[in-house]
C-alpha cells in the first residue's frame, strides 16, 4: 500500500504547492487590479468570458475566480447575470495549466525550480512574483514526475482495472471517477495531470481519461457550492449556474466520447497532450455554445433559486 501512497501523497503535495506559488506569484504581479478588473470588463457575457480567462489564467484556479465572483455578488458590487460570463472564461483558462504541462518539459524542472528561487531572492519586486511562478511549474512538473510512480504499482497489483471493469460504461465510470477526484483534491489541474500520466503510461484507455476529465469539470463545482453557503440569493444563484453549465456541458458531450477520442488521436501523437487538447476542446466547445444563451439562461437559474434562500438565511441568524 505504501508504494502507492507514498508516491501520490508526495506528487499531489508538490503539485499543489507549485500551484500555489504560481498563483501567490502571479497575483502579486497584478496587485490590487483583479477586482476592477472583474468590475470594469463584464458589462457584456463576451467580455466577462475574456475577464474570466485572463483572471483565472493569473490565478491558475477556476475556483478561486469563481469563488471571488461570488464573494462579490454576495457584496452587491456585481450582479449575477455579470457573472455567468466570468464562469465561462474561467472554464478556459483552467485549462493553460494542462497545455504547459503537454509541451513534455519535465526535464527543466529542477533548472526552473533553482531558477524561479534565485530570481524571488532578488530586491526588486517584479522579479520576486515571476521567481515565485517560474518556481511553481518546476514544483508542478515534480509532482506531476512523482505521481507518474504510481503507474508501476498499479499495474501490477491491478487495481485500474478492479475499479473500471464493474463500472460499465468506461466513459460515465470515468466521469464518477473524475467529479468525485477532483471534489477531493479541489484541483482539476491536478486531476488531469494524473490523467495525462496515467494514459500516458498506458494504465487507462482514452476513452477513460477523457471521461476523466469531463467529470473534473463537475468536481470543481464543489469549491464554489461550499463557498456559497450562508451567502445570499444572488451569490447562490452563481454557484448553482456553474454546476449547471458544467453538468450540461458532460451530458452533452458525454455520447460523443469515442469521436472526440478519435479527434484527439487525429491532432496529436503525443499520449499526454492528446488528453490536454481534450480538455482544451471540450472546454471552449462549452463555453461557446452557451455564450449566447447568457441571458435567458440567468433567467432560469433565478427562477430555480428562489427568494425563500435569502429569507432562510436570515431566519437562521435570527
Not at 14 to 19: K, N, P
Not at 62 to 73: E, F, K, N
Not at 115 to 132: I, N
Not at 261 to 288: G, K, M, Y
Request: hydrophobic letters at 55%; a positive charge; aromatic letters at 8%.
Amino acid at each position: 500500500m505504501k508504494e502507492v501512497l507514498i508516491p501520490f501523497a508526495t506528487g499531489l503535495a508538490v503539485f499543489l504547492f507549485g500551484m500555489q506559488l504560481i498563483r501567490i506569484g502571479l497575483k502579486s504581479l497584478a496587485g490590487d487590479r483583479l477586482e476592477p478588473l472583474l468590475l470594469r470588463f463584464t458589462r457584456t457575457p463576451t467580455r466577462g468570458m475574456f475577464t474570466g480567462l485572463l483572471i483565472t489564467s493569473f490565478l491558475q484556479s477556476s475556483s478561486a475566480v469563481t469563488v471571488l465572483s461570488i464573494g462579490l455578488v454576495d457584496a452587491g458590487i456585481l450582479a449575477f447575470p455579470q457573472t455567468i460570463g466570468i464562469i465561462l472564461g474561467t472554464n478556459i483558462g483552467t485549462t493553460i495549466t494542462t497545455e504547459i504541462l503537454a509541451l513534455n518539459i519535465e526535464d527543466f524542472a529542477v533548472p526552473m525550480l533553482l531558477a524561479g528561487g534565485l530570481m524571488h531572492l532578488l530586491p526588486w519586486k517584479g522579479l520576486k512574483g515571476t521567481g515565485l511562478a517560474v518556481a511553481g511549474f518546476g514544483c508542478i512538473f515534480l509532482g506531476m514526475e512523482a505521481m507518474q510512480w504510481l503507474s508501476i504499482p498499479l499495474k501490477e497489483r491491478g487495481w485500474i482495472t478492479w475499479i473500471l471493469e464493474p463500472g460499465g460504461d468506461p466513459v460515465w465510470t470515468g466521469i464518477a471517477a473524475g467529479a468525485l477526484l477532483t471534489a477531493v483534491i479541489q484541483s482539476s489541474s491536478a486531476t488531469v495531470a494524473m490523467t495525462m500520466g496515467f494514459y500516458a503510461s498506458g494504465l487507462l484507455s482514452l476513452p477513460v481519461a477523457i471521461g476523466i476529465v469531463l467529470g473534473s469539470n463537475v468536481g470543481t463545482c464543489v469549491t464554489g457550492l461550499i463557498a456559497a453557503i450562508g451567502t445570499g440569493r444572488a451569490a447562490k444563484q452563481v454557484a448553482v449556474a456553474h454546476l449547471i453549465l458544467n453538468i450540461a456541458g458532460v451530458l452533452l458531450f458525454a455520447p460523443i466520447t469515442l469521436w472526440i477520442a478519435d479527434v484527439a488521436r487525429l491532432l496529436e501523437s503525443d499520449l499526454a497532450a492528446q488528453v490536454a487538447h481534450v480538455q482544451t476542446l471540450f472546454n471552449i466547445a462549452c463555453s461557446l455554445l452557451a455564450l449566447p444563451f447568457v441571458r435567458p439562461f440567468a433567467q432560469l437559474v433565478t427562477t430555480l433559486v428562489p427568494d425563500g434562500v435569502i429569507i432562510w438565511r436570515i431566519s437562521r441568524k435570527k
